[in-house]
């Protein structure tokens, strides 16, 4: 069945940058759009962007640009997010999850929880 | 980007209760719109895509509909166990947004 599996949480320092994975198994890795999601309490769910790991296609949403960067291994079936220049609005939970073709994200990792704080 | 307004933000229901929630896209997203239950220090859960479409082993209880700009989710008859916060996502187009949730109690 389709799992994601992701890190464990951060503690980070402002300024500083942080690389969370999302383990993949059970499905053909290459071939589905990982959705990055981000959390914070008040703040509701907000979209980061997506990665389609075969191809190396990726897409930000602007706000996360420069921010957030995405990368894939096939060879581990692991995708990553990676947040730099951390501040206190990146404390928050992080999400990887999947369609299971189109509409709506079906499968989601267990959330990654991120620190920022001096 | 393309704001969808959710309401209420609260309820607070007795079980039993016919539970509705409402999401207004700012412009047309078609029926691509998904709804997602997430409990207390759990991942946010698919119940319902396209709009309408319930997903693969979610009770009956729980359904959507709408088209365009206007979407509601309704729970018909509201359990103990359907605690949880509420959300609308639109999936028509980059970037993806999600309305501001619904908190479910049950007095």
């Known amino acids: 069945q389709v799992q994601l599996q992701q890190s464990g949480a951060e503690l980070m320092k402002p300024g500083a940058s942080v690389k969370i994975s999302c383990k993949a198994t059970?499905?053909?890795?290459?071939?589905?759009?990982i959705e990055w999601v981000k959390q914070r309490p008040g703040h509701g769910l907000e979209w980061i962007g997506e990665?389609?790991?075969?191809?190396?296609?990726?897409n930000y949403n602007e706000k996360f640009k420069g921010k957030a960067t995405f990368t894939a291994d096939t060879s581990s079936n692991t995708a990553y997010m990676q947040l730099s220049s951390l501040t206190s609005e990146d404390s928050a939970v992080y999400y990887c999850?999947?369609?299971?073709?189109?509409?709506?994200?079906?499968?989601w990792g267990q959330g990654t929880l991120v620190t920022v704080s001096a | 980007s393309i704001v969808m307004t959710q309401t209420p933000k609260f309820l607070l229901v007795s079980a039993g209760d016919r539970v509705t929630i409402t999401c207004k896209a700012s412009?047309?997203?078609?029926?691509?719109v998904a709804w997602y239950q997430q409990k207390p220090g759990q991942s946010p859960k698919l119940l319902i895509y396209?709009?309408?479409n319930r997903y693969t082993g979610v009770p009956d209880r729980f359904t959507g509909s709408g088209y365009g700009t206007d979407f509601t989710f309704t729970i018909s008859t509201v359990q103990a166990e359907d605690l949880a916060v509420y959300f609308c996502?639109?999936?028509?187009?980059?970037?993806?947004?999600f309305g501001g949730g619904t908190k479910l109690e049950i007095k």
């Open positions: 999850a999947r369609r299971v073709i189109k509409g709506g994200f079906a499968y």
């Open positions: 059970g499905y053909t890795f290459s071939n589905y759009w």
């Open positions: 990665i389609l790991p075969g191809d190396i296609i990726t």
């Open positions: 412009q047309s997203v078609s029926n691509d």
């Open positions: 396209f709009a309408s």
């Open positions: 996502q639109q999936d028509y187009t980059s970037p993806r947004t």
